[in-house]
């Protein structure tokens, strides 16, 4: 049972920078699609960005504007999320969530409605001063 263990919150200042990880122990990450949402009290899940090992795509959410960037360690089964500049707005409980990409292209699971199989326990981020 693929298990994924997130990392990396915490409580920052405006402008800083956190990184978050998202482990899975012991699965190679190949033929998955992994994504981070957030979810802000009150709000909706809102996606933040996914990595389609198999199929090379990456997508972010329209409100990144390029301060957050996605990576793999194929070697330590982690996907990471860096955030830079980051603003009160990112406040969230940041989650991953795992999708297989053996029946379905990476893309299926940035779509609206898309179901994942696999989720972590969420990882809180709180930007304030």
């Known amino acids: 049972q693929l298990q994924l263990v997130e990392s990396g919150g915490g409580l920052v200042q405006p402008g800083g920078s956190l990184r978050l990880s998202c482990a899975a122990p012991?699965?190679?990450?190949?033929?998955?699609?992994i994504a981070w949402w957030r979810q802000a009290p009150g709000k909706g899940r809102e996606g933040v960005s996914l990595i389609s090992v198999s199929d090379g795509d990456i997508y972010y959410g329209d409100f990144v504007q390029g301060r957050f960037t996605i990576s793999i360690d194929n070697a330590k089964n982690t996907v990471y999320l860096q955030m830079n500049s980051l603003k009160p707005e990112d406040t969230a409980v940041y989650y991953c969530a795992a999708g297989a990409t053996t029946y379905r292209p990476g893309a299926y699971y940035w779509s609206p409605g898309a179901e994942y199989k696999y989720w972590g326990q969420g990882t809180q981020v709180t930007v304030s001063s």
């Open positions: 012991g699965f190679t990450l190949d033929y998955y699609a």
